[in-house]
């Protein structure tokens, strides 16, 4: 494969390209691994001014209904929009529905968008494990609104919010009953949390819903510098289309605060250091699977903590151990040159 032209093709906005180049980050061979590797460093542009958006809701609340409609309305404006939607995998199986792009059908065809689902591979958190290089490569074909769509199991509201410039937390009507029954960690990390069906009959009931969230955000810790009135609840409705524009003008609001204050460009620095770091303990934990050696120590010594012969953290510690023989064990003097 040409990296080289797969990356010219890409910066020119080919929505093939770019299919092409998320299908090999997220392969697992090594070959593909290192092409991968290439191709996000021929892509690398700090400079670019996208909005990363994570987006998460329990199933059945109208997640794809909601982007379909915000993403038609961002399009309108003249945006270009890249919807990453997160797909849960079988666990038993690893099989994966994958039907955000058919509950997307109008999105998916207007040229200015770009929709590319994904299984979670039973990833934690349900974020599948290249997100963040998606994400990149979606920057790099010219999609200035990147929305990042999570399975909602649990985990996932954290995992997302941790790539991402702004975490929306789409409800359904109804839930200002179920308070007590929302975790406090989820509703401390959203910037915006919408609630969606404001139509119909359950209109009213939408926005009973939104006011018993927005009393309840005020009873939180509001984030050190973030304006007086974030986080914030809205009712929107993805059908009818109302309410989209005040909630897109509530994301950009924030978003330009922090940009202004400077949060913005220390959350980013602070998201590449986290995936830096776990990237090398993939690195790590893919070097241990793939040497025959560490494998076979590996599985041994699981098979000894599974069976009560040994305390997980006694094996863990003998396999560094081991580890650190078959690469050398030897300490590399980078006082000179840490690169």
Excluded at 107 to 113: D, M, T, Y
Excluded at 129 to 140: D, G, M, P, V
Excluded at 183 to 193: F, N, P, S, V, W
Excluded at 206 to 233: I, N, S
Aim: glycine share 10%.
């Amino acid at each position: 494969m040409d990296i080289a032209d797969l990356a010219t093709r890409l910066r020119s906005g080919n929505r093939r390209a770019l299919a092409r180049g998320i299908t090999l980050i997220e392969s697992h061979r090594p070959d593909h691994r290192a092409q991968a590797t290439e191709l996000l460093e021929r892509l690398a542009d700090p400079s670019r001014q996208t909005l990363r958006i994570g987006l998460s809701g329990t199933p059945g609340v109208g997640k794809s209904t909601f982007i379909e409609a915000f993403g038609q309305t961002l399009i309108a404006e003249g945006h270009r929009v890249a919807v990453l939607a997160i797909d849960p995998s079988s666990a038993r199986s690893g099989g994966s529905i994958l039907g955000d792009k058919t509950r997307m059908e109008r999105l998916s065809r207007n040229p200015a968008a770009f929709i590319r689902p994904s299984p979670s591979q039973t990833e934690l958190g349900g974020v599948a494990r290249r997100t963040r290089e998606a994400i990149l490569l979606c920057e790099a074909a010219g999609y200035d609104a990147v929305l990042v769509e999570t399975v909602g199991v649990g985990q996932s509201e954290t995992m997302v919010a941790q790539m991402t410039d702004l975490f929306v937390l789409l409800l359904a009507p109804g839930g200002g009953d179920e308070l007590q029954g929302v975790k406090r960690g989820i509703m401390e990390i959203a910037d915006l949390i919408l609630v969606n069906k404001a139509d119909g009959a359950l209109k009213p009931q939408a926005e009973a819903t939104r006011a018993d969230y927005a009393g309840a955000l005020r009873l939180l810790r509001r984030r050190e510098g973030d304006p007086d009135d974030f986080p914030k609840a809205l009712s929107v409705s993805a059908l009818d289309q109302r309410g989209l524009d005040e909630a897109w003008e509530a994301m950009l609001a924030l978003t330009t605060h922090r940009r202004d204050s400077g949060f913005f460009v220390t959350r980013r620095a602070t998201q590449n250091r986290d995936w830096f770091e776990e990237a090398v303990l993939s690195g790590i934990l893919q070097r241990l699977r793939q040497d025959p050696a560490l494998r076979g120590s590996m599985e041994t010594l699981g098979h000894a903590v599974s069976e009560g012969q040994m305390a997980p953290g006694a094996a863990a510690d003998r396999l560094v151990e081991r580890f650190l023989a078959v690469t050398g064990g030897q300490s590399l003097d980078l006082s000179t040159n840490p690169l």
